[in-house]
Structure formats: C-alpha cells, structure tokens
DNA sequence: CGTTTCCTTGACCTGAATCAAAAGGAGTGG
DNA sequence: CCACTCCTTTTGATTCAGGTCAAGGAAACG
C-alpha cells in the first residue's frame, strides 16, 4: 500500500470542482489539506495590488493546501483549471489519526519537503535560466509526471493557458506563444492550440539546462 | 520541567562553523535539521553542470535541512558566510521525542510551511518583478528579520556578495552593484562596501513593489 | 451566428546581460 | 611598513533577449 492510498483510506469526503471555481482562497482558514483525484488546479499567490504570481500546477495524485499550516490561513488561491475532483483531509481528523499511527506524520513531512524541494527547484529555473530554457523545462517536467500517472509523456494537452504558463514561468504570454511556434519549426514538437506531441525530447532535455553538463563532459 | 530538560537534550550538539565552511553538502544523508544560533548561512542547489542557485540566506534563529526530510538526502548544500554556530536537532532523536511530545510534530509542520511560503513569495520575486523592486524587497526583507532580531532596521552590515545577492535575486553581480550605486544617488540609503544604511524605508518599500496598491488605491 | 476570449505574429523598444577596464580593499610575505 | 597579489566592486560601452504595443486570426461559447 503505498503513501497516497494510505491517505485516502483517512478520506471520507469529496468535493467536485467545476472549471474556473475555487477550492480554497488567499485568507481563509485552513481546515484541511487536499488531494487532487482527478482534473487539474493552479495555485496562486496574490498581492494587495491584484498582482498574481502562479506557484503551481497541481495533477491527479498531487496535494494543495500545505502551504497555510503555520498560520492556520491559506497564503494563496486554489483554482481548478478544469472539472475536477479533490478528497478532503480535514486537519483534525489527520491530527487524530496521526496520535495512532505515526506513519501519518512522517508521511506529511514527506509532502512538505517534497513541495520545498519542488520550490526550490522552481527558483531556480527563475533566477537562472533563460525563457527557451524555461519552457522546456516546464514541458518535460509536465511529460514526467503525466507518464508517472501512466499517460503518454509524448502527447497531451495543456490545461492552462498561455497567460497561465508564462505568468508561472515569469514570462509574458507573447514569449511563451512565440517559443511554442519556434519550438514547432525546429521540429520539438507539434503543437495546436493546447494540444501538444513532443517530438524531440532528447534536444528539449538539452535545451533545458542540460546542455551544460554535457559540455563540460565533453571537455575532459 | 520534563519537557524542557527534554528539549534541551534535543539540542545539545552544537557546531562551530568557521567562515566558508559547508554545515551540509548535497547527497549527504540528512540526519539532523539545523537551527543557526549565531552568524549567517547561505544555502544553494547545484545541478550537474556547477550552476548555483542560492536558496535562502539564513540568519540566527532560521532553520537549515528541511529540503531533503522526503528522501534522507539533502538537496542542496549550506555554507557559512562568517564564522556561525547551529545547533543540532537529530530527526531520530526529534521522532522519539516527538512521540511524547505531539507539540513539536506541529511545530515542525509550521516550520517546514513557512518555508514554503517564503519560497513562494521568492518564486512571485523572481517571476514578477522588476531588477530594482528585487533589490529593494531584499533589502526590506533582511532589514525586518534583523529587526526582529534586536538590530537596527536601518544599519546592518551585509554578510555576501554583490554576486551572491545577483544569484540569489536573479541578476548579475554588475546590476546589483548598479543599484545600490543608484539608490545612494537617490538618497535612499548609503552604502560603503558591505556597510548599509537605509535612510528612506517608505520609498523603498513603494520601490518594491507595493506601489501599485498605492495607485489603485489612488484611483478610487 | 455574433461575441468574446485566446493565440499568433510583427515592429519596436528597453532593461538587464555582457564585455571590458580600472579602482578599491584585504590579505600575504618580504 | 610597504609592495605585491588577489578578489571584490564600480563604472562605462555595447548588445540582445524578452517586454510592450498593436493588429489579425482562430477557437470557444452563449
């Protein structure tokens, strides 16, 4: 049984989301923490100026609301991007559950450096790498977890727009439309509208930061 | 009091950390988590090629090692920018106490949340603003954790780099430097190597970003 | 259908990177 | 204490990636 099945087992309620409602908003007290079981949800920071700054895209089998466990207040909006569906772990009844088994707890942390380390390595692709670099990275990282979810890592479909895509990757979405058609013409891949086929992961991987390792390798 | 003499024994390892020298590197097993008793530490991620992203810059009080509790290895490596001192908190020691003590499994849970929002807060940093609303909100920022420490928000002495600020913030060295070169004309603050001094907090924090609440505000 | 939202493409501009040079400090050894 | 090197910082000149502005076009939607 593994980590997320054990999970749901604490999981007694659902919650059906239509596209563009919300789950939870910025300011809210945080009950529970969320699985998302089917569909897609952005999460997003806002400011007191309405200034957005999208934090994450969230699959099937990915957890939202575990930012706000220290304040006991979400720091940021919840939004599902299409129908989908999320299981509830109120708080409570996880803080309950946990006093008997253990495993809880240690589980949760898992999540929680799992999100620092997914942060982290977000930083990083906004503080150092150029916008060819970042859109790459953002289509192979979204081909990985959708073949982890035992889809096609070749061909799928963007749920989000192109705005979305390049506020998450600090871009505009002008950029990020032109990099799909260039991507397109060197042959990467095929993309209508939001449908996208990737034809060159191989040159995308390099594309994405990569590259550099393998110069270096070269070198010696 | 029990829980106290406990709490101590948790911490009761200390380590010198002389100026440049590593408190965790990456793909070292995570044994412990690090709370800074005195100096500053920076923590990077490094990928396969040598690219650096600086990660956090610690002061007193501040924790290191959360990144890395998913899978026992540290993502990133933490090194001391001047000779600091942590205290160490073993995760086998923290789990058994944590056993009788559920307050600190919670306590644990808001640390690692707060990290996370500080991450996303950098993310909105680095994807939404502009090179000087980055420098200036560094700048606010390191001032309101030194005030809460009992230092001066004004006067405080910068322990990195105009590199290591670039990196961390997403821009070269030469652009930083630019800046506070700027902000002195300005009158904003002075500067003098690595001594800082603001005289013009209000402004600096419209600079950072904050203005445009300003404006709307304005507007109505 | 018409309307609206999203996407693409072009022309132009600008903020920050890059390249280059010099100057200021800090540390070292004579 | 000075001369030396090394490292950091500053500043200038130039370039360029990506932003901004603008206009059409294509899907999606009621």
Chains 1, 2 share one sequence.
Do not use: W
């Amino acid at each position: 049984m593994n980590e997320l099945e054990q999970l749901d087992a604490l999981v007694q309620e659902r919650i059906r989301l239509p596209k563009n409602s919300t789950l939870f908003r910025l300011g809210e007290p945080t009950e529970a923490i969320y699985a998302l079981r089917s569909g897609s949800l952005k999460t997003q920071l806002e400011d007191a100026s309405g200034q957005v700054q999208i934090t994450s895209f969230l699959l099937p089998g990915e957890i939202a609301g575990i930012d706000g466990l220290q304040t006991d207040i979400h720091r940021s909006h919840a939004i599902a991007l299409e129908d989908s569906e999320v299981c509830v772990m109120r708080m409570d009844d996880f803080d309950r559950l946990a006093a008997e088994m253990p495993i809880l707890q240690s589980q949760l942390r898992r999540l929680m450096s799992q999100e620092i380390a997914r942060s982290h390595n977000l930083m990083k692709t906004l503080g150092a790498l150029r916008s060819e670099q970042r859109l790459a990275a953002f289509l192979l990282n979204l081909s990985e977890r959708l073949s982890a979810l035992g889809y096609s890592p070749y061909e799928f479909i963007l749920r989000m727009s192109r705005e979305e895509i390049g506020n998450f990757l600090g871009l505009t979405l002008e950029t990020v439309s032109r990099l799909f058609s260039r991507f397109a013409r060197e042959g990467l891949l095929k993309i209508q509208q939001r449908e996208v086929m990737l034809l060159d992961i191989e040159t995308l991987r390099i594309l994405s930061g990569v590259e550099c390792a393998a110069q270096q390798a070269a070198k010696h």
